[in-house]
């Protein structure tokens, strides 16, 4: 069966259009999407199943390419959260691979995310921005924990090897810092804020911090309701920690919500060495971090 331009872009509207919204993730339903393109083309003679082969056909289209059918791209690349996960895995696989390279197997151009501060620029100037961070180091060992999870649940048909540890992956046999291991790399934040700041004022830029937003998130909600200049409706009563979780979750007039079990997990345990080698160095990164944001977040150095 033949689709039209028409049909795959009712199948992606559609897609998206059923995603609801739970414990802060989007999901998405094919059978919902199925449903509805059956109920809006019912003379249509087709297959079930095979229609279903079809939405999953044309939604990696759309997210890989932009695209809802086969043919000439726009030369734009959709940059999704798979996409990204997929660079991920990528480098963690092989940290030598060059960027071209890279680019080559994921179809996402090098300048991509050179882009991205102009790109919602050019969408909304006068756009508020929520930077929320992390102190480094415990970024970077939750960044690993989710690697980690996430490879053991990709393939769970084959054979995993066991996992590296956060250290081995940090440090060289030497003991010097692997400074290529991407979840280190990532929580050196002025390396990426200097890009934000030279297409926004800084005054566009709320800086959250995420270790107090951890410990005792209303003081920073209302911190982000006065930023974004919204009526103060968060206060205690919203929140109630939940000793099973170890984290607060929210709580309204009908139901009690926490994040997802994929937020919170529980961390390793990493040799308190590392640790401090570590936010040695982070701790010029983190000056110059502050530097920028105009403000000193404390984090150790030790
Ligand atoms: N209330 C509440 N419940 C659960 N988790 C909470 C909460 N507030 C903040 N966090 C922290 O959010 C961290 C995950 O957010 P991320 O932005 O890193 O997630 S993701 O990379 O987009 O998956 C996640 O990091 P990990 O603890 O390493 O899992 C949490 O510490």
């Not at 509207?13 to 998405?28: E, H, I, K, P, Q």
């Not at 048909?157 to 790399?185: D, Q, V």
């Not at 951890?214 to 939940?242: A, C, M, S, W």
Request: glycine residues 4%; aromatic residues 10%; charged residues 25%.
């Amino acid at each position: 069966m033949v689709y039209s331009v028409e049909q795959n872009t009712f199948i992606v509207m559609s897609y998206y259009r059923n995603g609801t919204f739970v414990d802060g993730a989007w999901l998405y339903s094919v059978a919902a999407c199925k449903q509805e393109y059956l109920a809006n083309y019912p003379d249509l003679e087709i297959q079930e199943t095979s229609l279903e082969a079809h939405i999953r056909d044309v939604i990696n289209r759309f997210v890989r390419t932009g695209n809802v059918n086969k043919g000439k791209s726009s030369g734009r690349t959709a940059v999704s959260e798979e996409v990204v996960d997929d660079l991920r895995e990528r480098l963690e696989q092989n940290r030598q691979t060059s960027l071209t390279r890279l680019s080559q197997q994921s179809g996402v151009p090098v300048t991509t995310c050179h882009k991205v501060p102009e790109r919602i620029r050019a969408m909304n100037a006068s756009v508020k921005l929520l930077l929320i961070v992390r102190e480094p180091v415990t970024r970077a060992i939750s960044d690993y924990t989710q690697l980690r999870a996430n490879a053991a649940t990709a393939s769970p048909a084959l054979p995993t090897p066991p996992p590296k540890s956060f250290e081995s992956l940090s440090l060289f046999p030497n003991g010097s810092i692997n400074e290529a291991y991407r979840p280190l790399a990532i929580s050196i934040y002025h390396n990426y804020l200097h890009r934000w700041l030279e297409v926004f004022s800084r005054e566009q830029i709320l800086v959250v911090n995420g270790d107090l937003l951890i410990e005792d998130p209303v003081p920073q909600i209302q911190k982000i309701e006065r930023f974004l200049g919204l009526e103060p409706r968060i206060g205690t009563h919203n929140f109630y920690f939940n000793e099973t979780k170890g984290f607060y979750c929210l709580r309204n007039e009908t139901s009690d919500r926490c994040l997802r079990e994929t937020k919170g997990r529980k961390h390793p345990r990493v040799d308190p060495n590392v640790v401090s080698k570590l936010r040695r160095y982070f701790g010029e990164h983190n000056q110059k971090f502050y530097e920028l944001i105009g403000e000193d977040l404390g984090w150790p150095e030790e």
